[in-house]
């Protein structure tokens, strides 16, 4: 009977010794709020450092849109100026990117506030590479940040390799070469299968020890682009990355696009002119090319109308 109460008293004991543990607690957690009270916050979001801009995003696409997107629209005729295409085959872009890449979609952020909309993140890549500007550039008409544009450009030139690579950047086949031919026929090329051609494209940010070799004939760093169009601007052949120091030959020399057919695994390819018969194609170059029987190049010095005219087309 006697150990009832010593039981209840221990049991006593703990709750108090707990309560007053409690009550140390909350006066430490009001303390600590009291002193935080005074301080400004440094930062706001999640990102230590980061200032948020009130862009107006919203108006930003409204107005995008109302310049070249809506019908009629304030810049109709320049549309395919300043996006080096038309507006349909621009739309099909978007929508093939969308589809590819969840990141273009518009959507609401944690707050409830609408992100960007796809027109606005892939009108910015376009300007990017386009026009070479800078990525903060785009930011007062497009009302888009620096760091978001620079995502956007990346996951642009991604999902437009994965979805339009397979198909457009690669070598043509059987039905790609009669399309080719008869093209070029069309315009008094028989046998004609492309342009080619090397490009100088500028390197702003090429590193010291590499200076020497990047620097070319035009006295700047540069990388040089080998490509092949046709007339419809389909470029079905493109090798990049070789230093500006090389010429057009030197270019050649290392370029696979003549692989196929050194092999003996090109496809076929038969054209009459004047009554011979021919089985490999030509490509249009200019003067600095090596005289092989696929280059078809301008005459330097024409005489007579027939040769003038020649080398002007």
Known sequence: MNRFPNILGEILNVEEEDNDDLDMLYAATRRSEGSSQGQIRRHRGSVPGHRIVNRDRVEGHERLYRDYFVTPCVYESLFQRRFRMNRPLFLRIVNEVEQYDPYFIQRTDAVGVLDLSSLQ????????????????????????????????????????????????????????IARLLQMGEQHGFPGMLGS?????????????????????????????????????????????????????????????????????RAPPINYIINGHEYRMGDYLADGIYPNWSTFVKTIPCPQGLKKKHFAKA
């Open 121 to 176: 993140k892939i009108t910015a890549a376009y300007r990017i590479l386009a026009y070479g500007t800078p990525a903060n550039s785009v930011d007062e008409y497009i009302r888009i940040g620096e760091s978001t544009a620079i995502e956007s450009l990346r996951r642009f030139v991604k999902a437009v390799i994965a979805m339009f690579g397979d198909h457009y950047l690669r070598s043509p086949n059987n039905i790609d």
């Open 196 to 264: 080619i051609d090397c490009m100088h494209w500028k390197w702003k940010n090429c590193p010291t020890a590499w200076q020497g070799m990047y620097t070319g004939h035009c006295h700047e760093l540069t990388i040089i682009l080998e490509a092949v169009a046709s007339q419809d601007l389909w470029i079905w052949h493109a090798f990049f990355g070789l230093p500006g120091s090389l010429n057009d030959i030197n270019v050649l020399d290392r370029s696979p696009v003549f692989a196929l057919l050194a092999n003996g």
